[in-house]
């Protein structure tokens, strides 16, 4: 069993940054390709980043250039660094580890 704490949503300007974290415990993450997602309101979940055991990294075409995921195997960690966020960013956020585990949720508002 994994549990995912997602934690560093808020609100903030348009143009604005934030760094989101997850945190993992339960066991090890380190050989598990981790992601992130985002669900806007009466949207359908959809993938932004993902980041595999080896460092390997893909994005979804929507932020391609603004956002940056990265991993800290050692802490047992995920980060989505965000910058020049838009309005249309707006949306919970949500980690998965191992295409199984989910966390709660971070709430991400920019307002325009």
């Known amino acids: 069993q994994v549990q995912l704490v997602e934690s560093g949503g808020g609100l903030v300007q348009a143009g604005g940054s934030l760094r989101l974290s997850c945190a993992a415990s339960?066991?090890?993450?380190?050989?598990?390709?981790m992601d992130w997602y985002r669900q806007a309101p009466g949207k359908e979940r959809e993938f932004v980043a993902g980041v595999d055991w080896s460092g390997r990294t893909n994005y979804a075409d929507s932020v391609k250039g603004r956002f940056t995921i990265s991993r800290d195997n050692a802490k047992n960690l995920m980060y989505l660094q965000m910058n020049n966020l838009q309005p249309e960013d707006t949306a919970i956020y949500y980690c998965r580890a191992a295409g199984s585990y989910w966390g709660q949720g971070t709430q991400v508002t920019v307002s325009s």
């Open positions: 339960g066991r090890a993450i380190r050989w598990e390709t």
